[in-house]
DNA sequence: ATGTCC
């Protein structure tokens, strides 16, 4: 017989609740979180939990919920299209000056990172839009332009937003570059960033629509932010176009990043190297249409990843700690997901609280990056054991390459 | 996560 590597949670009066966090702790605030949700009648089949499980705004960071016939913008929330892209390059450690300092710099300038302020003139300067977007953005932005002006007809503040100012930045929080080193000593590029502005202007204008949607049809929840959008109204099919493009957007954002991420390290490092050797490209923030158990379902993965048998996929550890480039095997149970990463233990506050900045060096020595206290929340200690949430995850997913960061830059 | 016109 099969030893199954899954928890279940009933949930009365509701679907089931399958939990791959075998041997990795979840906390309560989760667990009802998670039973809220699983009482919507629109779900199909069960819920999936990934190890990296953490309380969220309305529904779990690290879940899978498969829906039928209605869809929940606040479980997609407003960083649609959130995800990771890594690209393996033929370069080698021996191939890396030894003071690190110079790459971090060249990255940091080529490469808008942090908060874009709109007001013109904020401190002298906007860091986290291009004044004058490269050819990569302008080329990129062609793709997205004609269905912009589409989605701009159903979400009005779409055309207050940075937009095409925005594709190609990093943002700010925990999206970050680095530059990594395999197994092998290969360097890797590495980036996490979603849909900036844009998707937050369309997730935001929906997660409002659909609560005015409940209260004018009397519609009691458990908690505001599972305010759901039935199938066959306006404001469904509205959402599902403007969520699809934030989410090409967001792709997109990742892959002119890469691009000029590759430029800049160019002008530090002069022996000509391929990029691109094995490149992954992933949300873990975003809803889809896909096929399970026989149906058509809309899958949406708030902190997690695709993993169809062979499918490759990224699970970032904190900083300081080990990255991971999967395999998916194609769990069916799962809906073919694996968990976005460690996950929180504690809240970006209490790590503030808990940890000085002593810690923060300890926790990052030899990984060139940001120690001030502005990223004392972002402590490996603050977050679950990365091993332990593999080992909890081994029938999701299997482990191609193991990087460990040298450079991160910071948003 | 975004941006400070909520």
Redesign the pocket.
């Known amino acids: 017989m099969k030893h199954e590597e899954y928890d279940v949670m009933n949930v009365e009066g509701g679907s089931h609740v399958k939990m791959w966090t075998k041997g990795v702790p979840v906390e309560d605030a989760a667990k009802k979180q998670l039973t809220n949700t699983a009482k919507m009648p629109f779900i199909y089949k069960h819920i999936a939990v990934m190890p990296d499980v953490h309380l969220g705004k309305g529904s779990t960071i690290g879940s899978v919920i498969p829906t039928l016939g209605a869809i929940i913008p606040a479980a997609v929330g407003?960083?649609i299209g959130?995800g990771m892209m890594a690209a393996k390059t033929t370069l080698t450690a021996n191939d890396l000056p030894d003071n690190l300092g110079p790459l971090r710099s060249a990255i940091e300038r080529a490469i808008p990172h942090g908060?874009?302020?709109?007001?013109r003139g904020?401190k002298g300067r906007d860091k986290?839009?291009w004044e004058t977007p490269p050819t990569p953005v302008d080329a990129a932005w062609l793709q997205l332009k004609d269905e912009f002006d589409l989605v701009c007809l159903k979400t009005p503040k779409l055309k207050n937003?940075?937009n095409y100012r925005?594709l190609g930045t990093l943002?700010?929080?925990?999206?970050f570059i680095e530059i990594c080193l395999d197994e092998l000593n290969f360097v890797w590029f590495m980036l996490h960033?979603?849909s900036?502005?844009v998707g937050?202007a369309i997730g935001?204008h929906f997660i409002e629509l659909a609560k005015q949607d409940m209260r004018t049809h009397f519609i009691n929840l458990p908690d505001q932010d599972l305010a759901y959008l039935p199938e066959g109204t306006n404001h469904y099919d509205d959402y599902v176009e403007a969520v699809s493009w934030a989410q090409k957007f967001a792709r997109m954002n990742r892959e002119v990043m890469m691009q000029n991420l590759v430029a800049a390290v160019r002008t530090i490092i002069t022996k000509p190297f391929q990029t691109h050797v094995e490149a992954v490209n992933c949300h873990h923030n975003y809803v889809q249409k896909e096929h399970h158990f026989g149906k058509d379902v809309l899958i949406t993965r708030k902190g997690a990843v695709s993993a169809k048998a062979g499918e490759l996929g990224i699970i970032p550890g904190s900083m300081g700690a080990k990255s991971f480039i999967v395999r998916g095997k194609g769990n069916a149970d799962s809906f073919h997901s694996c968990s976005h990463g460690a996950g929180r233990t504690m809240s970006r506050t209490q790590a503030k609280k808990q940890f000085t900045i002593a810690d923060q060096v300890k926790a990052t020595e030899g990984v060139e990056c940001r120690k001030d206290a502005d990223v004392i929340d972002e402590i490996p200690m603050a977050y679950k054991d990365i091993d332990a949430v593999m080992v909890a995850q081994r029938d999701l997913v299997e482990v191609v390459h193991t990087l460990k960061q040298i450079v991160c830059v910071k948003?």
């Open positions: 407003v960083d959130c908060m874009s302020p709109k007001t904020f986290g839009s937003t940075n925005h943002g700010s929080g925990n999206h960033s979603g900036r502005g937050n935001t948003g």
